[in-house]
Antibody, heavy 124, light 107 residues
Framework: QITLKESGPTLVKPTQTLTLTCTFS??????????VGWIRQPPGKALEWLAL???????RYSPSLKSRLTITPDTSKKQVVLSMTNMDPVDTATYYC????????????????WGQGTLVTVSA | DIQMTQSPFSLSAVVGDRVTITCRAS??????LNWYQQKPGKAPNLLIY???RLQSGVPSRFSGSGSGTDFTLTINSLRPEDFATYYC?????????FGQGTKVEIK
């Protein structure tokens, strides 16, 4: 059974760096085909993809946020960390981590399992 | 970036209705299209991947179709637990992008 859970601060001040940890079980980031992504959702708004890290270390970022984001694996701890610098009130959102699933027959990639999400508020 | 546009923004329906939600991509994405259901206060749940493949455990009243730029999610015989917001998402190219969501409400 695959589970993921996000953890980190619920409140950060503008200009601070946000560090979120995704702790997962039921899979290994060292296994071929595995990936972990981050997605956020401002209150009452749509989902926004942020970043994805693959089992081979390949990292992908949203171009609009790339300069502020860093995704880092800790395979031994079964964690993936997302850092976002220079936080602003517009970054207030629920942040989700998710397990990348795939169906190689269809060359399909998707977010198969999600964490419960963690609400981060940016305010002075 | 590939823009994903869903329609309608919201719809009202009754239990038993057949509901259709449309998602249009700003360029061809073949069948690299996924659908998620999200209920208030909960994480999204994968329904459909590769445009038409039903995720394991998802009821067969959900179906997806389309390729290229135009896609459809259909819910046959709407049930009370289906009232939620639905999102499409493309995985054709990075950055992966989501539609703005379609809220299915009770009439």
């Amino acid at each position: 059974q695959i589970t993921l859970k996000e953890s980190g601060p619920t409140l950060v001040k503008p200009t601070q760096t946000l560090t979120l940890t995704c702790t997962f079980s039921g899979f290994s980031l060292g296994t071929s085909g595995v990936g972990v992504g981050w997605i956020r959702q401002p209150p009452g708004k749509a989902l926004e993809w942020l970043a994805l890290i693959y089992w081979d270390g390949d990292k992908r970022y949203s171009p609009s946020l790339k300069s502020r984001l860093t995704i880092t694996p800790d395979t031994s701890k079964k964690q993936v960390v997302l850092s976002m610098t220079n936080m602003d009130p517009v970054d207030t959102a629920t942040y989700y981590c998710a397990h990348r699933g795939e169906d190689s027959y269809y060359s399909a990639e998707y977010f198969q399992n999600w964490g419960q999400g963690t609400l981060v508020t940016v305010s002075a | 970036d590939i823009q994903m546009t869903q329609s309608p923004f919201s719809l009202s329906a009754v239990v038993g209705d057949r509901v259709t939600i449309t998602c249009r991509a700003s360029q061809s994405i073949s069948t690299y299209l996924n659908w998620y259901q999200q209920k208030p206060g909960k994480a999204p749940n994968l329904l459909i991947y590769a445009a038409s493949r039903l995720q394991s455990g998802v009821p067969s009243r959900f179906s997806g179709s389309g390729s290229g730029t135009d896609f459809t999610l259909t819910i046959n015989s709407l049930r009370p637990e289906d009232f939620a917001t639905y999102y499409c998402q493309q995985s054709y190219s990075f950055p992966w992008t989501f539609g703005q969501g379609t809220k299915v409400e009770i009439k």
